[in-house]
């Protein structure tokens, strides 16, 4: 069993969590990673965008003008894509970006990109994180403490209001709970903070 060290809020140590091998020894998986990355984001995509084509462009449906004799190419519609303000052809359309992938992959990629970040000295265990008030001067204040780099991720198994109000001004500092953590926002910070609680949880999942 791979141990990590638990700090209080005064960064001192105050013991130990285990984590089972078969999780921390996980190889780095770039590829698989890379796909569950793209996934997530491709489904934050809106794919609200969309053009009209020529049946719905709102245009007379009568012959611009006779069909021999004027010395100029035929035309029978003002809709035509080839004249101004005419409809689109294969212009984007309303459509989900969504990728599909099993779950087994997206469990690895998990498992591949924490064991990573453990590797890497990016993983911190907070016994608790309790805040007297929503000011976000002493959350900053706090976190000074830890001698943190840019980009941290707040990990804890229910958000509460004070830390939700606290961490919104600090533009470098994210909060989510172990249920929402995911595969892009473990990549993406430098430094992961777990409280024990949302370790234990977040941990749980490999095993189901």
């Given at each position: 069993?791979?141990?990590?060290?638990?700090?209080?809020?005064?960064?001192?140590?105050?013991?130990?969590?285990?984590?089972?091998?078969?999780?921390?020894?996980?190889?780095?998986?770039?590829?698989?990673?890379?796909?569950?990355?793209?996934?997530?984001?491709?489904?934050?995509?809106?794919?609200?965008?969309?053009?009209?084509?020529?049946?719905?462009?709102?245009?007379?449906?009568?012959?611009?003008?006779?069909?021999?004799?004027?010395?100029?190419?035929?035309?029978?519609?003002?809709?035509?894509?080839?004249?101004?303000?005419?409809?689109?052809?294969?212009?984007?359309?309303?459509?989900?970006?969504?990728?599909?992938?099993n779950k087994k992959t997206r469990l690895l990629a998990s498992k591949s990109a924490f064991a990573e970040?453990?590797?890497?000295?990016?993983?911190?265990?907070?016994?608790?994180?309790?805040?007297?008030?929503?000011?976000?001067?002493?959350?900053?204040?706090?976190?000074?403490?830890?001698?943190?780099?840019?980009?941290?991720?707040?990990?804890?198994?229910?958000?509460?209001?004070?830390?939700?109000?606290?961490?919104?001004?600090?533009?470098?500092?994210?909060?989510?709970?172990?249920?929402?953590?995911?595969?892009?926002?473990?990549?993406?910070?430098?430094?992961?903070?777990?409280?024990?609680?949302?370790?234990?949880?977040?941990?749980?999942?490999?095993?189901?």
């Amino acid at each position: 069993m791979a141990k990590l060290k638990t700090v209080n809020q005064k960064n001192k140590a105050s013991g130990n969590v285990e984590i089972d091998d078969s999780i921390t020894d996980t190889p780095y998986h770039k590829h698989v990673v890379s796909e569950v990355v793209r996934q997530f984001l491709a489904s934050k995509q809106q794919g609200t965008h969309s053009t009209k084509n020529r049946s719905e462009v709102a245009y007379s449906t009568r012959k611009l003008y006779r069909q021999k004799g004027t010395g100029s190419a035929r035309a029978g519609s003002a809709k035509s894509p080839i004249r101004r303000h005419g409809g689109t052809i294969f212009g984007p359309q309303f459509r989900s970006h969504s990728i599909r992938l099993n779950k087994k992959t997206r469990l690895l990629a998990s498992k591949s990109a924490f064991a990573e970040k453990i590797r890497q000295d990016g993983v911190m265990v907070l016994d608790n994180l309790e805040l007297n008030d929503n000011k976000t001067k002493n959350l900053k204040s706090l976190l000074s403490t830890f001698d943190l780099p840019s980009k941290v991720l707040i990990v804890t198994d229910q958000i509460s209001d004070n830390l939700r109000l606290a961490s919104r001004n600090l533009h470098d500092v994210h909060v989510l709970s172990h249920r929402s953590l995911n595969v892009y926002e473990i990549m993406r910070n430098n430094k992961v903070i777990f409280t024990k609680k949302a370790l234990e949880s977040f941990v749980e999942r490999f095993s189901k």
